[in-house]
């Protein structure tokens, strides 16, 4: 608006104002310009930066849910697992064993996360 009405004073052509101010006029209206076009440009780097800055966030934040995901992928059957280990049947052919805690359930939980961890390296998941 500013831009606008100093644009139609500098183009008045000396029927209100003396050359001088005139002058002055134009000078003023070019600045104003100036100003604009420089405000436009930092409005357009700061959306590129604001753009870059919401990427890289948005990376971070799946980084870190392909990490939780692998996570509860190696768990999830562990946590099966123990369920099952954790119900009360009368017959489990382990629980006669006296080492049968130790070395059953141990091992399989163990046997069951190295496969996990190597299927997922395998995948490039890890």
């Known amino acids: 608006p500013v831009r606008d009405v100093v644009h139609a004073i500098s183009n008045s052509q000396g029927q209100f104002f003396s050359d001088q101010t005139l002058m002055f006029v134009r000078d003023s209206y070019d600045h104003a310009v100036q100003v604009v076009e420089n405000l436009d440009t930092y409005r357009e780097i700061l959306n590129s930066v604001m753009d870059l800055y919401l990427s890289q966030l948005s990376n971070k934040m799946n980084e870190v849910m392909k990490v939780l995901t692998v996570m509860s992928s190696i768990f999830i059957p ?36 190295i496969i996990m961890v190597i299927f997922m390296k395998s995948r490039k998941w890890l």
């Open 78 to 113: 562990l946590t099966f697992i123990a369920g099952i280990y954790g119900m009360n049947f009368e017959h489990m052919p382990e629980l006669g064993w006296a080492i049968s805690y130790p070395v059953g359930f141990w091992s399989l939980i163990g046997v069951v996360a």
